[in-house]
């Protein structure tokens, strides 16, 4: 398993959690975590750059989420803050060996297992 996400649970609005996504592979130069509700695509919510660190987030988590990543430790993290019900969605970890920040889902070609994450209202 190259990426493996954790972290997912059941919590109220206004609450926090923080994603983990171990990554057994040091070749990767981007990571993201997309999301997926019922009955939606697959939305980037945020990505984050191996080389400079550097960081882009959806519209809707911004000043909320936070993405980073420790590589001594093979990590990648998502620290999510004031959750809403609208953040309810499977979270998946990706990797992409492009030095270039994606966007899309078909940017990156690793993908993790899903965990889920369920904001009660």
């Known amino acids: 398993v190259q990426l493996q996400a ?5 919590v109220q609005a206004g609450d926090s959690l923080r994603l983990s996504c171990l990554t057994s592979i040091r070749t ?17 919510v945020a990505a984050i750059r191996k080389r400079d660190g550097t960081t882009s987030y959806a519209d809707s988590v911004k000043g909320r989420f936070t993405i980073s990543r420790d590589y001594a430790e093979n990590m990648v ?13 499977l979270y998946y970890c990706a990797a992409s060996a492009s030095t270039l920040l994606g966007s899309a889902a078909s940017d990156f070609a690793t993908w993790g297992q899903g965990t889920l994450v ?3 209202s």
């Open 28 to 44: 990767f130069n981007s990571y993201a975590w997309f999301r997926q509700a019922p009955g939606k695509e697959r939305d980037i």
């Open 118 to 120: 369920t904001v009660s």
């Open 77 to 89: 993290y998502l620290q999510m803050n004031s959750l809403k019900p609208e953040d309810t969605a």
């Open 6 to 10: 954790s972290g997912g649970g059941l």
